[in-house]
């Protein structure tokens, strides 16, 4: 899109935390896209415990199907998107391969409590300049389909993601199209399998792309961006790039027939740093960015030519990852660093005080339960050694009166089977058996004193 354009701003008058929780419970939903292209990044079970335990994130979309990650989001609930490589997406055109690959990457972890919601057939292939790949394209996404119902796991959806280079290019949301060749060979029959399945068209859409100097307050969605561009093809005005994206989307996809295929963003963010020549990067406007988006989509105010809905939106992305070529603007795009600090405050934690860096930060002195009457939990430090969880472990459940079975096998408590996962139901045992004072929460500096509850499913926290 060479023109940015998109909707009339509501008015946020609420707190910024609630504005994101009320994104989760409409249906909007917050989600982050994990990728692995760094050198310095956490381990998959601390990260799947600090999501599920800290923040509001309920999806994340994973790049591959690498079983570790998949083994650490066991138990969270956290409903998690795996993909096929590109490379692998010829292969599924016979249907023997497309079992096996649900065989060996899906079936397994779907059985022992990984919440795979969807199997996603490559990344950006309807912008890819292979024909074979493109060909193969919607043969192996009804494969992929019919082996999961093979393996009774038709729950999982089969979807694959576009750039908005799928699109000609235009000014005006209502006049956009799939670039000729695509749209009937390609994306008709993809459109056909998604309405039957029941899946939703899915879309990285980032306005930091179509930034210019004058649309920069409409990229960010700040209040009466210059009045807001007007669709000459239908009179609506939009106060907000994105918006003028998900409406180009639609209207190529209705133009098709399909109007009432689901859309969802599986892809947008904004870069905390970059070349002195890319415009607009920076902390302050990646938070800015992040937070209105999330709020904005999960809203149910939705676009001028879909009003009154909800969004499935998910960050790009959860780490900076140095890893990942091209510009400096590439390997920032994350809203934590390597060591689980946060680049800066996104909105997405549980508890507000979380968005102190971690490894800055300085525990104050936990005042008593019965001082404020607010409830307290002691958990591990997200990025704690553990080595020295485990240590946390063998003491809180060595002594007297505590009784850790909890965490044992066959426990309530005992999946997700991770030391972090562990290490906090133990650490605040005892912190609650010994008085709730902050002490008794530091194990070495490798605790942390929260008021947000760590329970989740059947194991509750004391």
Request: with cysteine; charged share 20%.
């Amino acid at each position: 899109m060479t023109s940015p354009t998109v909707l009339v701003q509501m008015i946020f008058l609420l707190p910024m935390l609630l504005l994101w929780i009320s994104a989760v419970e409409a249906g909007g939903g917050v989600g982050v896209n994990y990728g692995t292209r760094g050198t310095t990044l956490p381990a998959p079970s601390d990260v799947a415990a600090f999501l599920a335990r800290e923040t509001l994130v309920d999806r994340v979309r994973l790049f591959d199907a690498d079983p570790a990650v998949l083994r650490a989001f066991a138990g969270t609930g956290l409903a998690v998107d795996v993909t096929v490589p590109n490379g692998d997406v010829p292969r599924l055109v016979h249907l023997g391969f497309a079992r096996r690959w649900v065989r060996e990457n899906v079936a397994p972890h779907a059985r022992t409590g990984t919440n795979i919601s969807r199997v996603l057939v490559g990344d950006e292939v309807t912008t890819e300049a292979n024909r074979t790949l493109l060909l193969a394209l919607v043969p192996a996404m009804q494969n992929v389909h019919t082996a999961l119902a093979a393996e009774s796991l038709l729950h999982v959806k089969v979807s694959t993601t576009h750039s908005l280079g799928v699109l000609t290019s235009t000014e005006q949301p209502s006049a956009a199209r799939f670039r000729d060749g695509y749209d009937t060979a390609i994306v008709k029959p993809l459109l056909r399998f998604l309405r039957a399945t029941a899946a939703p068209f899915m879309v990285n859409a980032y306005p930091f792309y179509a930034l210019t100097n004058d649309t920069l307050d409409m990229a960010l969605f700040r209040p009466g961006a210059a009045g807001g561009v007007v669709d000459e093809g239908t009179g609506l005005v939009y106060a907000n790039v994105l918006d003028a994206q998900l409406d180009a989307v639609h209207s190529a996809i209705r133009r098709l027939g399909f109007g009432d295929v689901d859309i969802a963003v599986s892809e947008t963010g904004w870069p905390s740093a970059g070349e002195d020549w890319e415009l607009g990067v920076g902390a302050d406007l990646a938070r800015d960015y992040n937070r209105n988006a999330i709020r904005h989509l999960g809203s149910g105010v939705g676009t001028p030519l879909m009003p009154n809905r909800t969004f499935e939106a998910s960050i790009f992305s959860l780490f900076d990852e140095n890893l990942r070529p091209g510009p400096v603007s590439q390997r920032n795009f994350g809203l934590f660093h390597g060591d689980m600090t946060p680049v800066y405050d996104a909105g997405i934690f549980t508890d507000p005080e979380t968005v102190v860096p971690v490894s800055t930060k300085v525990t104050p002195a936990a005042p008593e339960a019965g001082e404020t009457g607010q409830r307290q939990w002691c958990v591990p430090k997200p990025a704690a050694d553990e080595m020295m969880l485990q240590e946390n472990i063998d003491f809180a459940c060595g002594q007297e009166g505590i009784d850790c079975a909890a965490i044992r096998p066959a426990g309530v408590c005992y999946e997700p089977d991770t030391v972090q996962a562990h290490a906090a139901y133990a650490m605040n045992l005892f912190f609650q058996s010994n008085g709730r004072h902050a002490f008794n929460c530091d194990f070495g500096q490798t605790g942390i004193v929260t008021t947000a509850d760590p329970s989740y499913g059947g194991c509750k926290f004391m």
